[in-house]
Nanobody, 118 residues
Framework: VQLQASGGGLVRAGGSLSLSCALSGSFFGMYDMAWYRQAPGKQRELAASIDKSGTVEYGDSVKGRFAISRDNAKNTATLQMNNLKPEDTGVYFC?????????????WGQGTLVTVSS
């Protein structure tokens, strides 16, 4: 499976960005999708996830500001990020996995940089 992430960029605090992750090479509908992020000097952390049934989960720091969705017809998972803060700066990675193998057989996209200026 291949993942192509897009949509990162530079935005001012309070602004919005939308990240997209396109999956190819397999049947999108069976994958749980997630966005992780890694700030400079910090460990990678979960931003948001959506499983194949549409159940979502968010990291505490993004709750109420980010929204993850999926379009099975377009093989795409999208992360809408609103009210961005400088601490949201980092590289955002898309992850796909098939339950119950998540954490063991994950596929990762190449990462897209999000920079939020104050």
């Amino acid at each position: 499976v291949q993942l192509q992430a897009s949509g990162g960029g530079l935005v001012r605090a309070g602004g919005s960005l939308s990240l997209s992750c396109a999956l190819s090479g397999s049947f999108f509908g069976m994958y749980d999708m997630a966005w992780y992020r890694q700030a400079p000097g910090k460990q990678r952390e979960l931003a948001a996830s959506i499983d194949k049934s549409g159940t979502v989960e968010y990291g505490d720091s993004v709750k109420g500001r980010f929204a993850i969705s999926r379009d099975n017809a377009k093989n795409t998972a999208t992360l809408q990020m609103n009210n961005l803060k400088p601490e949201d700066t980092g590289v955002y990675f898309c992850r796909a996995c098939v339950s119950p193998f998540c954490g063991h057989r994950d596929s990762w996209g190449q990462g897209t940089l999000v920079t939020v200026s104050s």
